[in-house]
């Protein structure tokens, strides 16, 4: 079984200031990992994913996370934020023949 | 390429009253998923086809949700009757290629009044 855990439904920054999302998953098998991010009426965006290699992961929009095995852990960082960052953040999880389990989300938002 | 097409974009209906969502995938992605989320909470699966099969479909209300994917390719996406608790955003998705790489439409924002 699968399952993924956001840390904090709310995160709030300044803009420039650096950007955490917080991401904790169980797998019984290797995981693959997503970042999805999804703005006001829109579809999901996929930021970036880890499957194999190495464990840092860069994106787009300067996003990146760092897949930690120990720690059963993939947050998501992004040095400076941006207002236009402002918007819904789900990390998710799958294995091998198994679909897409998201978290529950994380909202973001900018202050100037 | 174009992405996953799903139609309508909004729908609001009475309760009790049946419904339909459509979806296009990517072309040759064998995988087909449908999502439903609600209100400030991340997608839910609701079944998962390869190809013309459904290979996972235990989250499917089946009461009153079904679904079909004729020829391997479009799929539909029923409600009959819809009730109050339907209310909420219903996602496709497509993959293939073995790469974990999901494309998701737009959506159909559903409100049952």
């Known amino acids: 079984a699968q399952s993924v855990t956001q840390l904090g439904s709310h995160v709030s920054v300044s803009e420039g200031a650096l950007v955490l999302l917080r991401c904790n998953y169980s797998s019984s098998v290797p995981p693959y990992l997503f970042w999805y991010v999804q703005y006001p009426n829109q579809g999901l965006q996929l930021l970036l994913k880890?499957?194999?290699?190495?464990?840092l992961v860069k994106g787009i929009n300067g996003f990146e996370a760092e897949f930690k095995k120990s720690e059963t852990s993939f947050h998501l960082t992004k040095p400076s934020a941006h207002m236009s960052d402002a918007a819904e953040y789900f990390c998710a999880v799958t294995g091998a023949g198994t679909a897409l389990i998201f978290g529950k989300g994380t909202t973001l938002s900018v202050s100037s | 390429e174009a992405g996953v097409v799903q139609s309508p974009r909004y729908k609001i209906i009475e309760k009790k009253q049946p419904v339909a969502f459509w979806c296009n995938p990517i072309?040759?992605?064998?995988?087909l998923y449908w999502y439903r989320q609600n209100l400030g909470q991340g997608p839910e699966l609701l079944i998962r086809?390869?190809?013309?099969?459904?290979?996972?479909d235990s989250q499917l209300p089946k009461d009153r949700f079904s679904a079909e994917r004729l020829k391997g390719v479009d799929s539909t996406l029923k409600i009959q009757p819809a009730e109050l608790g339907d209310s909420a955003v219903y996602l496709c998705a497509s993959s293939g290629g073995g790469n974990y790489g999901y494309t998701f439409g737009s959506g159909t924002r559903l409100t049952v009044v």
């Open positions: 880890y499957t194999t290699g190495a464990t």
């Open positions: 072309s040759g992605h064998n995988t």
């Open positions: 086809y390869e190809n013309e099969e459904a290979v996972d």
